[in-house]
């Protein structure tokens, strides 16, 4: 791979949070690189949003390096900040604005950033287009649904055109049009405009079709890092043959599914049907990794699947 | 300029943008122009009940030495209350966030705040004046100077008072401790002020207190603005004190622009999501 494809956008080394005398974050370690969508999966309360937060230089961390765009998030200044994007939860704020207002007037605080390579902000009206909020562009924020909301604070976080965005939980109360809508925002983002992007959700069908890359956040640490594939691999080597036979139903579990089937064939030829062969789904993964944690066993999960040794790296030059 | 100063200006630029939008929804909302009308109501509805009282020892009617005042204490009381509670607000949900997480968008939401909370006052004038003007006579004994004395009265109580509510806003746990920290203050601050009846009626010490703060020196600047020289009897030293208005007001000016920007900095170190979100919850606990 060209080394430009390996500059690392986001860098956390041993980053610990504590609360008290609570510990929320207890050494994470990980690397985003440009133009990757990376995915923080975990439990409520594992300390995803607490992870965003310091990454996006809105939270103190209690200890560890952290260089986001080459920059300390806790030292990150205003020119630092105009590469950077932030989603937020809207609530009530700029009720009496509209749209079409409030992009515009947000994003002229980029102007004096734009760069040849990167003209800020963006073309308000492409971008409310983009989102999907053509019809709505003039109606008081207030009137907006959920929905539409939510895409106002897409198009917000994105209206500076950032290197780096941060979304936490974006499609929460999406419908699955809206979240469709989404999805595609979110490829053009990675593929038109080299944006990297880092992201927590919920919905693991999500995460699968996301993320080029999947962290998992459990007991204060990442207890696995790679792609859908790669972690499904990690946490179970066993596929999932399910076949129909005169009639019958069968499933069978398996180390070697391609060796199984071919054995099936042989036995059986044309008289399977309904041949499916799957592997652990991602929610299979993630439900067996958290159960890991949460049955006391965190660390021997954080060591299987562990961003050191058993890091799988995409680029594979590290 | 460097570059640094460019994009601090620019930023300045957008919040002045801002603020002039934000006024000009505010003035379209049913809402505020309900409560311009009702500020203007009561107050020239207190001064028409007493549109035939003479003030003791004078010729002067009620109206006359009332209505500087109580613009002075409008105006104290619109720029301390209207950001506290802005700023409270705003903090919660949300919009500071957004603000932060634009680059320099805290110097354009505070000079937004800024210009929108000073053009705030003009409704309020304009509903008050006219009526005034039209229901009671021998209003103005200045003319030309009277009105340029309104202006500078203005112009420096607003930078005297307007930090001091920003601080509170900034300061204050949430929106409800507004009216603790914020209303309460100002509200018994108004009533010795001079506002209402003559300070010379309370306690000495009272007079001291009063004094130290802002809004005696608004009604008296606005009152020298109005009212006859003969009219300076009534007042401490049987003068309007033009030096020391001034004094007093550049000092809490100055006091103003040295702590605002400490305490808007702490105070936007602290604001993040999960600090809306629970702001948030917070909310939806009331509502239940």
Not at chain 1, 211 to 237: F, H, K, T, W
Not at chain 2, 19 to 35: L, M, N, V, Y
Request: proline share 5%; glycine share 10%; charged share 20%.
């Amino acid at each position: 791979m060209p080394p430009v494809e390996d500059e690392s956008i986001i860098e956390v080394r041993d980053l610990w949070m504590r609360y008290g005398s609570n510990d929320v974050l207890k050494g994470v370690d990980f690397t985003v690189t440009r133009g990757e969508v990376v995915i923080l999966l975990g439990p409520n309360g594992a300390g995803k949003t607490t992870t965003i937060e310091i990454l996006e230089g809105f939270r103190l961390p209690s200890a560890g390096t952290i260089a986001v765009l080459g920059v300390d998030p806790t030292k990150g200044d205003e020119d630092w900040r105009a590469r950077t994007g932030v989603v937020l939860q809207s609530w009530r704020d700029h009720a009496r604005w509209t749209p079409r207002k409030l992009l515009t007037h947000l994003g002229r605080y980029y102007l004096p950033y734009s760069t040849p390579e990167r003209t800020r902000p963006y073309d308000v009206a492409e971008l409310i287009a983009m989102v999907g909020l053509s019809e709505q562009a003039d109606q008081k924020v207030r009137t907006l649904s959920g929905g539409q909301r939510r895409r106002l604070d897409v198009a917000i976080g994105i209206v500076g055109r950032p290197e780096l965005l941060f979304l936490d939980e974006p499609t929460a109360g999406f419908d699955p049009h809206a979240r469709r809508e989404f999805h595609e925002l979110i490829h053009r983002l990675t593929d038109l405009e080299d944006t990297t992007i880092m992201l927590t959700t919920h919905d693991l069908d999500e995460a699968e079709k996301l993320a080029d890359r999947i962290l998992i956040l459990a007991g204060g640490r990442i207890v696995a890092d790679g792609n859908a594939d790669q972690l499904a691999r990690q946490v179970s080597a066993e596929g999932e043959v399910r076949w129909c036979l005169g009639g019958q139903h069968f499933v069978q579990s398996t180390p070697e599914p391609t060796k199984f089937v071919w054995e099936l064939f042989a036995q059986h030829g044309y008289e399977i049907t309904d041949l499916q062969v799957r592997r652990a789904s991602l929610e299979d993964t993630y439900l067996t990794m958290v159960q890991q944690h949460e049955s006391g066993r965190a660390d021997q999960a954080a060591t299987a699947f562990g961003s050191t040794d058993a890091k799988i790296d995409t680029a594979g030059a590290r | 300029m460097n570059r640094t100063g460019h994009r601090t200006l620019h930023a300045v630029r957008v919040g002045l943008a801002r603020g002039w939008t934000e006024f000009t929804q505010s003035i379209r909302s049913p809402q505020d122009q309900g409560f311009y009308l009702f500020m203007a109501f009561a107050v020239v509805g207190y001064l028409f009940l007493r549109r035939n009282s003479e003030v003791e020892g004078t010729s002067l009617l009620v109206p006359s030495v009332s209505m500087p005042s109580i613009l002075g204490g409008l105006v104290a009381f619109g720029v301390i209350i209207g950001p506290a509670y802005a700023l409270a607000m705003e903090r919660e949900d949300g919009t500071l966030l957004r603000a932060k997480a634009v680059p320099r968008g805290i110097v354009g939401y505070v000079t937004g705040q800024v210009l929108f909370h000073s053009l705030g006052l003009f409704p309020s004038l304009v509903t008050i004046l006219i009526p005034s003007f039209l229901l009671f006579d021998n209003l103005v004994h200045r003319g030309l100077a009277g009105w340029l004395t309104v202006a500078w009265v203005l112009a420096l109580g607003l930078l005297a008072t307007m930090p001091i509510g920003i601080v509170i806003g900034s300061l204050v746990p949430n929106v409800q401790k507004v009216g603790t920290w914020g209303m309460l203050p100002v509200l018994v601050l108004t009533g010795i002020s001079g506002i209402f009846y003559p300070i010379q009626s309370l306690w000495t010490w009272v007079q001291v207190v009063a004094q130290l703060f802002p809004i005696y020196w608004l009604g008296l600047g606005m009152r020298s603005a109005f009212l006859p020289e003969s009219a300076a009897a009534l007042e401490i030293g049987d003068s309007w004190r033009t030096l020391a208005t001034i004094g007093v007001l550049t000092a809490w000016a100055i006091a103003g622009l040295l702590v605002t920007p400490v305490v808007l900095r702490r105070m936007a170190r602290r604001q993040s999501g999960s600090h809306v979100e629970a702001a948030r919850q917070e909310a939806v606990q009331w509502v239940r």
